[in-house]
């Protein structure tokens, strides 16, 4: 560098640069902080209608399983002679049929609880990036203000530093580091 292009340097552009820095730092985490909780939200919604087709799918399994075993409990009636429209064995099928029909609502219950708490994380997870972007642009004319109040503390290092006879080419070096 050469000595006019060291004095174009003072305390104020070194520190309004690093709050700069320091700002476009802050903003853009709150940017990829909104996109990653946006992207974790749209995850979670996912699986929460995952958790309902699967929900689906439990509770058709129980209600065939159900019709299955009606179907062996009639034919082993009626094979042994015994009318299956009446009576014991029709109350058999009955408790079969109610068995069958409570685990196909079990099925689906405990998949929108699953999907209840998914949907809730997502909404969680997008509240908090609303959040992060929103302290990341707060941050950053922060990080300006901050800046400005190192510029006025390398200004007084800067005097005293000429003070004692130092060229300002050699307090840059002995301020930066």
Known sequence: MTPETLKLITPE?????????????????????????????????????????VAADEAESALAAGERL?????????????????????LAVLDTITASHEEAKRARLRGEYKAWGLESEARLQKWQGKQTLLGGFLRGPMDVLGG???????????????????ESSGSIGIIAR
């Open 13 to 53: 552009t070194l520190g309004l640069t690093m709050g700069g820095f320091r700002a476009i730092g802050d903003v853009t985490a709150g940017i990829g902080g909104y996109q990653a909780a946006g992207y974790n939200a749209r995850i979670a919604r996912m699986q929460a209608e995952v958790a309902r087709q």
């Open 70 to 90: 009606v179907g062996t409990q009639r034919a082993a009636a009626a094979a042994s002679g015994v009318d299956v429209n009446k009576g014991s064995p029709m």
């Open 148 to 166: 400005v109040a190192r510029s006025q503390l390398l200004k007084k290092a800067w005097t005293a530093a000429e003070l004692q006879g130092l």
